[in-house]
């Protein structure tokens, strides 16, 4: 296939190859295991880390065009935090430089990356295609595999939970399309793992069902999810988080799907990952068992990648110290999530094995409805009673921020995002025009509405944002 432009009329390539994303995704063959040197018979445990990255889209720039919150920071250095913008490129910037040099010290260093596409499309805005150079550098070339994974990710850091449902597709679509443009067909190839922004896990039966549905229609193998996003079947605490589990999801209708899930634990999650505590707890784990299979335990933490004085000051020390630490210890190994499935499916362990779990509080509804006598109806007045009588029971998902709500307060920014994503649906839904300029802007704007910023932030120049993103995607779609 041939290479895929970048920008198009300076707009990122978000869609329009769906066909030849589908493609570059299969067959789907082993990412890792023909080029791991890892052995699983000498680990006790492993241990991975993942690094999230994101700058939000803003219309700030000149005459209020669109441009990256980063370069908002640069231009404007002595407001607030600003004045972090330079140590924030060069944090997106340094796995470029980090695991070459480990690696030409005889370390064996792992890392998962998740990257924004806002992000990615404001460092080639800045024209810093330095910072993107460098991640190309271990993203392309065959000698820095398989020392980094990149995540897939919602292309415009929407949290699922309160996405329109319609629009969860095209996020995962999006980020594809853009990271095939930067990186290329074989490097989207390789990407077989998603991290959800705000690690937000819904738990309504049809927007978690769906969610699934697409990232595995998508080419996705496994998901990333918080501890206490996810129980056991039988609404208790998963009982053994350091294995990969199967998430099982039921929606309204009585279908079933499920997909494998890593288990990020609890935790201050900059602060641990800052300090490599994923390591030094797999160093007190033993070998676990899944159906008579003996394999290594897996520690899993992910964290922002450049927010916080630990992450620019404390990580690049400790990130080095660790893997030279690792060097020297023969029973525990770091892992990218993907090579770490991959070898134990290649020891015998098979997904239907795995331990289940599935979203947070819908045991409840299960013990009200059925799940394979399911009905919208049914599934509805569970909800609604379980509303009513149980105090700690909704149905907004759960997130790294549970102390704050993405929807209490909010109706400013969802209420525009869910009545742009109607007109836009309408607009194109009856149409096979995902080539078109008018619909490559048009989705950039519903897409830009859904960032999480514009909430997490709280209210001002934020939601006023939103709102002025909301003016001008209304206005294309009217055109």
Same mark, same amino acid.
């Given at each position: 296939?041939?290479?895929?432009?970048?920008?198009?009329?300076g707009l990122p390539n978000i869609c329009g190859h769906e066909t030849e994303v589908k493609a570059a995704l299969q067959p789907d063959r082993p990412v890792f295991l023909p080029k791991t040197n890892l052995r699983l018979e000498s680990l006790s445990?492993?241990?991975?880390?993942?690094?999230?990255?994101?700058?939000?889209?803003?219309?700030?720039?000149?005459?209020?065009?669109?441009?990256?919150?980063?370069?908002?920071?640069?231009?404007?250095?002595?407001?607030?935090?600003?004045?972090?913008?330079?140590?924030?490129?060069?944090?997106?910037?340094?796995?470029?430089?980090?695991?070459?040099?480990?690696?030409?010290?005889?370390?064996?260093?792992?890392?998962?990356?998740?990257?924004?596409?806002?992000?990615?499309?404001?460092?080639?805005?800045?024209?810093?295609?330095?910072?993107?150079?460098?991640?190309?550098?271990?993203?392309?070339?065959?000698?820095?595999?398989?020392?980094?994974?990149?995540?897939?990710?919602?292309?415009?850091?929407?949290?699922?939970?309160?996405?329109?449902?319609?629009?969860?597709?095209?996020?995962?679509?999006?980020?594809?399309?853009?990271?095939a443009a930067i990186f290329g067909w074989e490097a989207l190839a390789r990407v077989k793992g998603f991290s959800p922004p705000e690690m937000h896990l819904p738990n309504h039966p049809d927007t978690l069902y769906t969610f699934i549905h697409a990232?595995?229609?998508?080419?996705?193998?496994?998901?990333?999810?918080?501890?206490?996003?996810?129980?056991?079947?039988?609404?208790?605490?998963?009982?053994?988080?350091?294995?990969?589990?199967?998430?099982?999801?039921?929606?309204?209708?009585?279908?079933?799907?499920?997909?494998?899930? %890593?288990?990020?634990?609890?935790?201050?999650?900059?602060?641990?990952?800052?300090?490599?505590?994923?390591?030094?707890?797999?160093?007190?784990?033993?070998?676990?068992?899944?159906?008579?299979?003996?394999?290594?335990?897996?520690?899993?933490?992910?964290?922002?990648?450049?927010?916080?004085?630990?992450?620019?000051?404390?990580?690049?020390?400790?990130?080095?110290?660790?893997?030279?630490?690792?060097?020297?210890?023969?029973?525990?190994?770091?892992?990218?999530g993907t090579e770490y499935l991959e070898l134990i499916a290649a020891a015998g362990c098979r997904e239907d094995d795995f331990p289940t779990c599935q979203a947070i509080g819908q045991h409840l509804i299960w013990q009200e409805v059925d799940p394979?006598?399911?009905?919208?109806?049914?599934?509805?007045?569970?909800?609604?009673?379980?509303?009513?009588?149980?105090?700690?029971?909704?149905?907004?998902?759960?997130?790294?921020?549970?102390?704050?709500?993405?929807?209490?307060?909010?109706?400013?920014?969802?209420?525009?995002?869910?009545?742009?994503?109607?007109?836009?649906?309408?607009?194109?839904?009856?149409?096979?025009?995902?080539?078109?300029?008018?619909?490559?802007?048009?989705?950039?704007?519903?897409? %830009?509405?859904?960032?999480?910023?514009?909430?997490?932030?709280?209210?001002?120049?934020?939601?006023?944002?939103?709102?002025?993103?909301?003016?001008?995607?209304?206005?294309?779609?009217?055109?």
């Open positions: 296939m041939s290479a895929l432009p970048e920008l198009i009329d445990a492993t241990f991975s880390i993942a690094l999230h990255m994101h700058q939000p889209t803003i219309p700030a720039g000149a005459d209020g065009s669109l441009i990256s919150n980063l370069q908002q920071m640069f231009e404007h250095p002595y407001d607030g935090d600003n004045h972090n913008a330079a140590p924030f490129a060069w944090c997106y910037s340094r796995m470029g430089e980090f695991i070459p040099e480990l690696v030409s010290q005889g370390c064996n260093p792992r890392v998962m990356l998740d990257y924004s596409g806002n992000l990615l499309w404001g460092l080639r805005q800045m024209g810093r295609g330095d910072v993107l150079d460098n991640l190309k550098r271990v993203t392309c070339d065959d000698t820095y595999q398989p020392y980094v994974e990149w995540l897939g990710t919602m292309w415009s850091h929407a949290v699922v939970p309160s996405t329109p449902i319609a629009d969860l597709k095209l996020h995962i679509q999006a980020w594809q399309h853009h990271f990232l595995k229609e998508c080419g996705y193998r496994w998901l990333l999810v918080q501890e206490h996003s996810v129980e056991a079947l039988t609404g208790q605490s998963l009982e053994f988080k350091h294995l990969p589990h199967r998430l099982v999801s039921h929606n309204s209708h009585g279908e079933t799907v499920s997909i494998t899930v %890593l288990i990020k634990t609890q935790g201050s999650d900059t602060k641990l990952v800052a300090q490599m505590q994923p390591y030094y707890e797999a160093k007190t784990l033993s070998k676990q068992t899944i159906s008579g299979v003996s394999i290594p335990a897996i520690v899993t933490q992910i964290g922002d990648g450049e927010n916080g004085g630990v992450m620019m000051n404390e990580f690049p020390g400790a990130f080095k110290r660790a893997w030279h630490e690792v060097a020297n210890d023969p029973t525990v190994a770091g892992v990218n394979q006598q399911a009905t919208p109806e049914k599934v509805a007045a569970a909800i609604a009673h379980l509303t009513q009588t149980q105090p700690n029971f909704h149905m907004d998902g759960a997130s790294w921020t549970n102390h704050l709500s993405w929807v209490a307060g909010y109706e400013a920014v969802l209420t525009p995002m869910n009545e742009l994503s109607a007109l836009f649906h309408k607009t194109f839904d009856q149409s096979e025009v995902t080539h078109s300029d008018h619909y490559r802007q048009a989705l950039l704007y519903n897409l %830009l509405l859904q960032t999480s910023c514009f909430r997490y932030w709280g209210q001002g120049t934020w939601t006023d944002y939103a709102q002025e993103i909301y003016r001008r995607g209304k206005t294309l779609l009217k055109d």
